[in-house]
């Protein structure tokens, strides 16, 4: 087993694809897949589902995935400490609800990082994508919700995929809305206040079950619906119609502009934001980094945080 065997392996299971690995390795496709049979038939353990799609991690090879990033990370320490090494390019790959404190966390944690190259992803993808991606190591983590409605439905997925949700913080359900909607000077709102507005979510794709949506309170009736696939369309439809959403009450100025207000909505549930993990991995130091910097984040609106790791 060699430390070029590892690097490779960590590669494939980054790109979910053999044929996109080698493009970004930079050697031939056929000497890739010898070199991942090779590391198999020599650990004696299958790593790799291989599908037209695509390939994903068995259970041996997300375990086995976790101890080659703490080998390569020790290896590269070494490297610089005794040999003088430049650091080796940071990695991070983040899957999101569309959550603007999720961003918000991102920017704080690229600013303080401090190797001279990285790369990093975040993604803002459907409930079902997250939980894939988080599944098959694409992401090292991801941020959902849960409340009474979808607990039991996730926390089966999780139990079946080998992943473990964090509670992060529990929010009171807020509307956003435009700044301009009639409704904004109000204390709070009720669904019947809401009922002559157009009621903004965001479209799940292929898993466009209740049980996945973004916004609670998805099976009640609204007589008027529009489904959208990026925060920044959904945002410009609160101030071109005003629509609304319902999520945290978290909004940040600095992104969203103050266009965007959330005012509390008076129903008897609750939103349990939480960030999921493999259990057979640990977490990169970047992706440590960046949940301080989610807490902290999430802490400066005055959310109480739950420190559980």
Known sequence: MTLQQLKYFIEV??????????????????????????????????????????????????EFLGYARQVIEQSSLLEQRWLNKKPSRRLCSISTQHYAFAVNAFVNMVKKTDAEEYEYTLREARTFEIVEDVKNLRSELGILYMNNFNRQVLEK??????????PLFT???????????????????TLEDLADYPRLSFEQGDYNSFYFSEEILSTEYAKKDIHVGDRATIFNLMIGLNGYTISTGIVSA?????NITAVPLRVNDSIEVGWISHKDIQLSRQAAMY?????????EYGVDIKNEL
Request: proline share 4%.
């Open 254 to 258: 600095d992104l969203n502009g103050d």
């Open 157 to 166: 997925l999780m139990r079946e995929n080998n992943l473990t949700f964090h």
């Open 13 to 62: 299971a980054n790109s979910g694809s053999i044929n996109k690995a080698a493009e970004r390795l930079f050697i031939a496709q056929p000497s890739l897949s010898n070199a991942l049979r090779e590391l198999e038939t020599e650990i004696g353990h299958e790593l790799l589902t291989r599908t037209p799609r695509g390939i994903s991690l068995t259970t041996d090879g997300a």
């Open 171 to 189: 929010a009171v359900p807020h509307v956003f809305i435009s700044t301009s909607n009639p409704l904004a000077r109000k204390k709070y709102v």
């Open 291 to 299: 949940l301080e910097e989610l807490k902290t984040v999430v802490a």
